[in-house]
């Protein structure tokens, strides 16, 4: 669970630090006091891309840090976290949007790409909105939802294993066919020149006499070529 979160520098924050307890924590407020704000501060800072316009100055770094407390059971179910958390049970999530467009992302001291904090960012947390009903008529949704209740990851990455050799062997046997196909071809043009040579009714006498005449041609354009 998250523990605590500080934003710095984004949208009208300047700087704010929110601790969160056990248990159900709810944020209260009018419309305009910065709720929305701490929820895109928490996007931001698991990954998901900010607005340029939402750094309050742009020549100082946008800052978001994400404490969260996490279980051995959670580091089964997500073996990257082992790594990351190097032992600890608390997890440091720093991002932050520098003055020269570029953006450097920490967990527990640790550089990560983008990409890794999105997904790790994707297994801790959930967001939810008005409109997350619409998710049960998607049938994406459906499949994503039983996979998580299913638990199956390992057999999940055992047939993706095996799909992607299967998708190997498919293209390994495409590529055997094709180079068949082509043999064959070449086959049947063979026979077929033979076949043309074998119509020809050449012996020895004529077969010189050509030659002769062969010579002959050829010595007329060198001589054509000389004059």
């Known amino acids: 669970m998250i523990t605590q979160l500080t934003i710095k520098n984004f949208g009208l924050i300047d700087t704010v630090s929110v601790e969160f307890a056990k248990g159900l924590n709810i944020l209260t407020g009018e419309t305009g006091a910065g709720k929305s704000i701490l929820i895109d501060g928490l996007r931001f800072g698991l990954g998901e891309k900010l607005n340029a316009a939402s750094v ?3 020549k100082l770094p946008c800052i ?3 404490v969260l407390d996490i279980t051995p059971e959670l580091i089964r179910e997500y073996p990257p976290l082992e790594e990351l958390s190097a032992g600890e049970n608390s997890l440091i999530i720093n991002r932050a949007y520098l003055p020269d467009g570029k953006t450097r992302v920490k967990v527990n001291g640790l550089a990560v ?3 890794q904090l999105k997904k790790l960012g994707d297994y801790l947390v959930d967001f939810h909105g008005p409109h997350d009903h619409q998710m049960l008529l ?3 949704a459906h499949r994503a939802i039983l996979d998580r209740l299913c638990g199956f990851e390992a057999d999940k990455k055992e047939y993706s294993e095996i799909f992607e050799r299967y ?3 498919k293209k390994e046997r495409r590529g055997l066919q094709d180079l068949a196909e082509t043999r064959q071809r070449d086959v049947e043009l063979l026979e077929h020149e ?3 040579l074998s119509l020809v009714p050449l012996d020895e006498a004529q077969y010189n006499e050509l030659i002769e ?3 002959k041609l050829n010595n007329a354009e060198k001589l054509y070529e000389a004059a």
């Open 56 to 58: 309050r100055d742009e």
């Open 213 to 215: 005449k062969q010579t």
């Open 138 to 140: 998607s049938s994406g």
């Open 194 to 196: 033979i076949k043309e």
């Open 167 to 169: 998708l190997s062997f």
């Open 64 to 66: 978001v840090e994400i």
């Open 113 to 115: 790409t983008i990409n």
